[in-house]
């Protein structure tokens, strides 16, 4: 891109003005000269509209790309989470069977060792005097407070056991919700 003008108008209207007829042009031909170089200079700064249109479809494939990366990033992501999320479940569902096994054996072996006493218990007292049947009760009743005692520390325990259940189910949820 040049710019032009009428350098002959100029030459003409210096000439009025008291320069020569060489003097005029050689100040035309500088002035010329001057302004290519500074249209040359400000124009290889400057980009075209195809260049423009070429740099901004570039820039419009690369955030095409990252976004394509994004969801695909964002996907993998939540399937990780996802597995993760089931692994847990699954392994609260062990947890959960385990203890309640644990809950049925211990109730299991309370119930057979009070019936074993019970039982202990008939035949002593079918087998001896009132005096030793007497003695017999009052150890019977001291086992009776022992195995209430035992009965609440078990129930204590199951509901602590349910407690953390719980805890870990809301531990789980909360996750599953972050």
Do not use: W
């Not at 001057?34 to 690369?62: G, P």
């Amino acid at each position: 891109r040049k710019l032009f003008f009428d350098t002959h108008a100029l030459v003409c209207l210096l000439e009025e003005n008291g320069f020569t007829t060489q003097q005029s042009e050689v100040v035309v031909s500088a002035l010329v000269k001057i302004m290519n170089t500074n249209l040359d200079v400000i124009y290889k700064d400057m980009v075209t509209k195809v260049q423009q249109e070429i740099a901004l479809q570039q820039v419009m494939s690369h955030i095409g790309g990252v976004k394509k990366d994004m969801i695909i990033l964002e996907k993998s992501e939540f399937s990780a989470l996802r597995s993760e999320n089931e692994k847990i479940k699954l392994e609260l569902q062990q947890i959960k069977k385990q203890v309640m096994d644990e809950i049925t054996k211990v109730r299991a072996d309370n119930k057979l060792n009070l019936n074993l006493e019970k039982s202990r218990v008939k035949e002593l007292v079918t087998s001896y005097p009132k005096s030793i049947f007497i003695l017999i009760y009052s150890i019977h009743a001291q086992q009776d407070r022992a195995l209430t005692q035992t009965d609440r520390k078990i129930d204590t325990e199951v509901a602590d056991l349910k407690t953390m259940l719980e805890s870990h189910k809301l531990d789980n949820i909360k996750y599953l919700a972050g």
